[in-house]
């Protein structure tokens, strides 16, 4: 019986009974399953968190890795639940955005509805499918189950418009996914929308020249802007918190203007 790595990413936090059932569905029926603990601490019903995290650890797992993701404000709603191949991957969630971040740059996944009640637990609550729809399907899937199965094929997902900054007259204009413990302000641009290190970037009232390298390339207190290591461009305050300096977070708008070094 093949059985490998499962991780888990929820907004359920850590307090309660809820991601420990998970994990009970998935070792009843997977016992030597790897489990990793990606977040709990998703904000509650927060979709575009939750992708932005996902996108940002797909590349350090092997391949037939399977990511249970569950933020699911419409749980027991008639939205669907799909397992998305994505990178040699299985990601099985609720299609609500969630695959948004996972999506940019890459072929179109093969994705099946999970929609077969043979899979399910005998008795679905509707208020936790995942526990009782989500976590029987990953199990399936770590055990070598036949993906066609879970149900039928669909050929798109729900995508969150937040992943895609739009180009104007100047530039670009992204906005702000993610804030990370350090306060570090990670936006919706990716390092392949920007060709090069003229740009100059707007962010609360304040303006950036030029991207950095890496974080100690100036004196503390320094609010600099670079590619961080999920590829996304970030604002970030060198030894500081660019978010509480900015009072800016998820949703603040940035952006981008070429800079004119000829002047």
């Not at 029926?29 to 990606?38: G, H, K, S, W």
């Not at 937040?162 to 204009?173: A, H, I, K, S």
Request: glycine share 12%.
């Amino acid at each position: 019986m093949r059985q490998g790595i499962l991780t888990l990413t929820t907004d359920f936090g850590t307090g309660g009974p809820y991601v420990a059932a998970m994990k009970g569905i998935i070792l009843a029926a997977a016992p030597e399953t790897q489990l990793v603990d990606v977040s709990h601490e998703i904000a509650p019903q927060n979709i575009l968190e939750g992708a932005f995290v996902l996108a940002g650890i797909v590349d350090a797992f092997p391949p037939e890795t399977v990511h249970l993701a569950v933020i699911d404000p419409g749980v027991g709603t008639p939205r669907r639940l799909v397992a998305a191949q994505i990178a040699d991957q299985w990601f099985v969630l609720p299609d609500n955005g969630l695959l948004s971040g996972l999506l940019n740059g890459r072929s179109s996944p093969r994705i099946h509805e999970i929609s077969n009640p043979a899979i399910w637990r005998s008795e679905v609550s509707a208020t936790f499918h995942g526990r009782d729809i989500l976590a029987p399907a990953a199990a399936y899937l770590l055990r070598g189950g036949d993906a066609d199965q879970l149900g039928p094929r669909r050929q798109d997902v729900i995508r969150l418009a937040n992943f895609e900054p739009r180009t104007d007259d100047g530039g670009l204009v992204g906005e702000v996914v993610f804030r990370d413990n350090f306060g570090n302000l990670i936006t919706n641009v990716p390092n392949d929308r920007l060709d090069g290190r003229d740009w100059q970037i707007e962010i609360a009232g304040e303006r950036i020249a030029g991207l950095s390298r890496t974080y100690g390339d100036h004196p503390p207190g320094t609010l600099v802007a670079l590619i961080g290591s999920s590829r996304w461009l970030e604002i970030a305050v060198v030894n500081g918190d660019a978010a509480r300096q900015l009072s800016a977070g998820p949703g603040t708008t940035v952006k981008f203007r070429r800079l004119d070094r000829t002047s």
